[in-house]
């Protein structure tokens, strides 16, 4: 079993920057493809961006391209989303998870969620 805890959020307002991290534990995610996910109030928790197990490829949600970059460490079992150029729509619950297949994670087929942190832009 992994477990996985966010970190990073805050408040920050348009424009500004923030790190997220995702510390895992319980057993290496070297193997684990990981991916970056959002929920607003009211809405659906949606896909942000991914990483391959290997780090040698990533990919983001149209919104987020340019401005939001994914990142992993495995020697230090963690994730992490750098988000430059903040707007008020990235307002989220972000999430970071894992999974064993590359696409479906784009589909939130994963195996374990962390609990979030919570992100907030303000005008």
């Known amino acids: 079993q992994v477990q996985l805890v966010e970190s990073g959020g805050g408040s920050v307002q348009a424009g500004g920057s923030l790190r997220l991290s995702c510390a895992a534990s319980?057993?290496?995610?070297?193997?684990?493809?990981m991916g970056w996910f959002r929920q607003a109030p009211g809405k659906e928790r949606e896909f942000v961006a991914s990483i391959s197990s290997s780090g040698d490829h990533t990919y983001y949600t149209d919104s987020v391209k340019g401005r939001f970059t994914i990142s992993r460490d495995n020697a230090k079992n963690t994730v992490y989303l750098q988000m430059n150029s903040l707007n008020p729509e990235d307002t989220a619950t972000y999430y970071c998870?894992?999974?064993?297949?590359?696409?479906?994670?784009?589909?939130?087929?994963?195996?374990?969620w962390g609990q979030g942190t919570q992100v907030s832009v303000s005008s």
């Open positions: 998870a894992n999974s064993r297949d590359m696409v479906g994670i784009r589909a939130r087929r994963v195996d374990y």
């Open positions: 319980g057993r290496s995610i070297s193997i684990y493809h």
